[in-house]
């Protein structure tokens, strides 16, 4: 990895375990199915004492539904099993999660007694909701496992009266929600004395219902509709609803939901359209003062007060936060069950950063509503504080997901009294790796729940997020779907060679008037304490953010420019998104960011809440490749658009070309050579 900066939260999403004893269950690199060379070598070196370290395993090839594969090792019994091992494949199949349990037994016995009674390692990767079972030894060892396995199965199936577990046929199928998969080889088909029985997929499928059934059934019920459309608000034509959308910022919206377009509720246009019949909540925008919703707010609000999912697209600064807090606060307070009976908090925040996690408690916790309490968990933070907080009783929960799945997964905080979710910045929470443990988070949350998700854009693997979590969501643009830069932000682009950078940085911090207020964003954690010390040694206050200052230097860092006792922030990228600070009037990119999507962010921490705000980047000759894009996002913003950056593109442009001409003639040469 280079010295860019690594997110405050990548040391939680890259978490890895301590290492564990030779007989327990640990999350291993799961090998792809039927690569059997490598697994034998794999386990032969870890047999061998000497074998590889946590760090120094291969990287996973992980389904991406897979959720935390786990591995049963024990030593002893496979003294000898290597080599057969290496010459078979593993003998593939699939078990319904629920079966996992019965497999292993109690502290890993059941299987540790079918493992040394079979001859056979078995391996268990626990995916979304089946497990997939590995048989790694000999055809004959492999088969008697697969035999044991059936049969103890089949005998908890029995007497659990279920019949959840996939029995038999060697075909390759998919079946939707249960699969078994062939990855033998042909002898073990032969020499399987228990051929194909019929598998009854209508009582599988009906079983897993029921065990889901199940799981949820002991819930409270769950209310989600607090809205009373105003009778301006029903008034509104299409036309008339259309309109409003196109001058507040563009907004478009659609409903997600499939084979069917239910009507987007119309927007509200004043606060009281929402809150009228919630005097606590007008109260509380009267106290801060706000005079009207934002775009976002204006379109989320009657969605989300009806029930409906929303994914809202939208940047930060344009008031996302309270877009789901206000209908959070009301759903919490009206359930049917009290907030003190529910066993556990009501409402639960996902955000990627530590800093994003504080700045929504912060918004959380200006508003005072009926006494709804709210707690920031997140990694780096005092871990035993926050579990005290939490037994307690909180009823919102503002988390990162590594530091909140390692409290789930401790039995220190119950999820299942979740009925409002939100997933904050799911585009963010996606880059930073965060999927696994948002997976395993959401196992544990109702499944009925009313779920809102946020993200500034909307590839692919947000789509996937949502279609996963969401249910029949509707949502809601703000801006245009690809990147747009903010457009109150003036953008200036300075071309200049990278040794005269401090100096006219110095210039730029010389030139700046008593009220301003600037980040200065910088790639290397490195630069930006180079840089800070260095404006400290001349005299000049600042303060600077990097992912390798202490949590609380972090805080304090920010807390002396939101509070402008210093008004000058060197940060490196933890900053360029979610950072919520008013009164920031410059953007300043000492060095330009690593991609353009990054741009965009940073330049958004300016021109905030409606004010104006200019945004001055340094562009080297080694930031080229970027020239282009850069291009595309300017002329987006009717921003002057200097001759030399039109140069460079252009100059990277014939490079690339040069390049790929250079490649096919590398290729032609190399194949007249080889005589083709
Ligand atoms: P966010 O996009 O949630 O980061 O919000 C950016 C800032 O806008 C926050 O400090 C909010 O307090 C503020 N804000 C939220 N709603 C409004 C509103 N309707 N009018 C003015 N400011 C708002």
């Not at 609803?241 to 196109?246: L, T, V």
Request: proline share 5%; hydrophobic share 35%; charged share 30%.
């Amino acid at each position: 990895m280079s010295d860019w900066e690594a997110e405050s939260e990548e040391d939680e999403a890259r978490q890895a375990p301590a290492k564990p004893s030779p007989a327990e269950w640990r999350p291993v690199t799961a090998r792809a199915s039927g690569k059997r060379g490598s697994a034998g070598k794999d386990d032969e070196e870890e047999r061998g004492g000497g074998g590889r370290k946590w760090g120094s395993r291969p990287a996973p090839s992980r389904e991406p539904w897979q959720s935390g594969p786990l591995e049963y090792r024990a030593r002893g019994p496979f003294r000898g099993a290597g080599r057969e091992r290496a010459g078979s494949p593993p003998l593939c199949f699939y078990l319904d999660n629920s079966l996992v349990g019965t497999l292993i037994g109690r502290s890993g016995s059941k299987i540790k007694e079918l493992q040394e009674s079979s001859g056979c390692k078995i391996q268990v990767v626990k995916g979304n909701y089946e497990a997939e079972i590995k048989i790694f030894g000999g055809n004959d060892k492999q088969t008697k496992a697969k035999m044991m396995i059936d049969d103890l199965i089949e005998r908890c199936s029995q007497s659990n009266a279920g019949e959840r577990y996939v029995k038999d046929g060697f075909k390759h199928q998919d079946f939707g929600t249960t699969r078994y998969e062939e990855s033998h080889s042909g002898a073990l088909k032969s020499g399987y004395s228990n051929p194909k029985q019929s598998i009854n997929w209508a009582s599988l499928r009906e079983n897993k219902a029921k065990y889901e059934a199940m799981k949820w059934a002991d819930l409270p019920p769950i209310e989600k509709c607090f809205y009373k459309e105003s009778l301006k608000v029903a008034s509104m034509s299409q036309e008339e609803a259309d309109r409003w959308r196109k001058e507040n910022n563009n907004i478009t919206c659609d409903d997600l939901k499939d084979n069917e377009k239910r009507h987007i509720p119309n927007p509200i246009c004043i606060f009281e359209d929402a809150f009228m019949h919630y005097p606590d909540i007008m109260a509380n925008i009267k106290k801060v003062g706000f005079q009207k919703p934002t775009p976002i707010q204006s379109q989320a609000w009657p969605i989300i007060l009806q029930g409906f999912d929303l994914i809202g697209i939208a940047q930060t600064g344009t008031g996302k936060t309270l877009a789901y807090l206000m209908p959070g606060f009301i759903h919490l307070d009206l359930q049917p069950i009290p907030r003190e009976k529910r066993g556990g908090p009501g409402m639960l925040v996902l955000t990627p950063t530590r800093e994003l996690a504080l700045q929504v408690e912060a918004e959380c916790s200006k508003y005072s509503y009926k006494g709804i309490k709210s707690i920031c968990i997140y990694g780096g933070g005092d871990r035993k504080g926050q579990i005290s907080v939490v037994t307690k009783g909180v009823d919102i929960v503002i988390a990162t997901p590594g530091r909140l799945n390692d409290l789930q997964m401790n039995n220190f905080i119950n999820l299942r009294s979740i009925t409002y979710l939100v997933l904050d910045e799911a585009d963010r929470m996606l880059d930073m790796g965060f999927e696994p443990q948002i997976m395993k988070i959401l196992l544990d949350i109702r499944p009925d729940r009313q779920t809102v998700m946020t993200s500034a854009t909307w590839p692919d693997g947000v789509r996937r997020l949502a279609k996963s979590y969401l249910k029949d969501p509707m949502i809601v643009y703000v801006g245009t779907l690809d990147l747009a830069a903010v457009n109150t932000v003036e953008q200036k682009i300075v071309i200049i060679p990278e040794e005269e950078k401090r100096a006219f940085t110095r210039y730029f911090i010389d030139t700046m008037k008593s009220e301003d207020k600037v980040i200065i964003f910088v790639g290397k954690k490195l630069t930006a304490d180079d840089l800070s010390s260095d404006f400290g040694l001349q005299g000049i206050p600042v303060q600077s953010l990097h992912g390798n200052r202490e949590q609380c230097d972090r805080e304090q860092a920010l807390d002396d420019f939101k509070k402008g006792r210093v008004r000058i922030l060197i940060a490196t990228d933890l900053a360029s998104r979610g950072l919520d600070v008013h009164d920031i009037t410059h953007v300043f990119n000492f060095d330009f960011p690593r991609n353009i999507e990054e741009y965009v962010h940073r330049v958004g921490r300016t021109g905030r809440a409606g004010r104006t705000g200019e945004a001055v980047t340094l562009v080297t000759r080694n930031d080229w490749r970027n020239a282009s894009e850069l291009i595309d996002i300017l002329e987006r913003g009717n921003q002057v658009i200097p001759e030399e950056l039109i140069s460079m593109a252009e100059r990277y442009k014939q490079f690339q070309l040069k390049k790929e001409m250079e490649k096919d003639t590398g290729r032609s040469r190399g194949r007249s050579r080889r005589g083709f």
